[in-house]
């Protein structure tokens, strides 16, 4: 990717305060990072691991209101917070000049977590969902482009409800997004 984050760093909230801050959804996300528990111990010992890295840091896009936000920060946090990467949250409203680098099938989709080294070059991307999840929603706007059809706000609320209960295939929410994340930091 091309882009250049150096400029946004410092610009962030820490992510105790994005919890503190939050006007929406805060006692499910509340629920979601005190309840997160290590699907395995070689995930924690490999996020523990982390703490000698000091070339990574990470920009978390999003927003409180968004449902996926909700789902999956809360263990982004939680898996982020032994690592000891630097991590800042960028509100979305607030940043929407980052989020244009980082769209999402031409669209504004969060969570977006960003890895840079510390001159800003971005070395990876995960969000806003699980492949699993999100393959449904790429399906979907495949087969659903015309956002002013007369049915599009059923049929998405269809597709939102099966993202629902994927979210919580296999061991959950937890599981699929430490496992993306470390796999995407294994490459770094």
């Not at 962030?12 to 290590?38: C, D, H, L, V």
């Not at 099938?105 to 999100?134: C, K, N």
Request: glycine residues 8%.
């Amino acid at each position: 990717m091309s882009v250049n984050v150096a400029y946004k760093f410092g610009k962030g909230i820490t992510p105790r305060q994005f919890m503190e801050g939050m006007e929406r959804n805060k006692e499910a996300f509340s629920q979601g990072y005190e309840n997160f528990a290590w699907v395995s111990d070689e995930d924690r010992e490999f996020f523990e691991s982390l703490n000698f890295r000091d070339d990574i840091r990470v920009l978390i896009l999003a927003a409180d209101w968004c449902g996926d936000v909700v789902r999956s920060v809360p263990v982004v946090f939680r898996a982020l917070e032994v690592s000891g990467l630097k991590t800042e949250v960028l509100i979305l409203e607030d940043h929407q000049d980052l989020m244009d680098h980082f769209l999402t099938m031409g669209g504004r989709s969060v969570p977006i977590i960003i890895f840079a080294d510390t001159g800003g070059h971005v070395l990876g991307q995960w969000g806003p969902r699980p492949a699993h999840v999100q393959a449904l929603m790429v399906e979907f706007k495949q087969d659903n482009p015309d956002r002013e059809a007369s049915d599009y706000e059923e049929k998405i609320g269809v597709v939102r409800k099966r993202m629902a209960e994927k979210y919580e295939e296999g061991a959950g929410v937890k599981k699929s997004v430490v496992t993306e994340l470390r796999t995407l930091i294994s490459g770094m």
